[in-house]
């Protein structure tokens, strides 16, 4: 399974925005998982999931060709 990886702000410097190649990843919680084994400085920051430009409130299924976003926490009026 192909997705895209999105970065943002400090995210970005530890993952550069780029498309991977994925196999036995089937939720945002295992793709979580996954990111932080074959990065694993982002373990230590903290950031939210967007699947497909929506925000990830709970794991969600991940499909082929997704986009998935990843944002440092963020506020706004």
């Given at each position: ?75 706004g009026g």
């Open positions: 399974m192909q997705i895209e990886l999105i970065s943002f702000g400090k995210v970005s410097e530890v993952i550069r925005n780029q498309t991977l190649e994925i196999e036995g990843i089937e939720t945002t919680d295992d793709l979580r998982e996954h990111l932080e084994k074959i990065f694993p400085a982002l373990a230590d920051v903290k950031y939210k999931l967007a699947l497909n430009k929506n925000l990830v409130q709970q794991n969600s299924a991940i499909k082929n060709s997704d986009s998935i976003a990843l944002m440092p926490p963020f506020s």
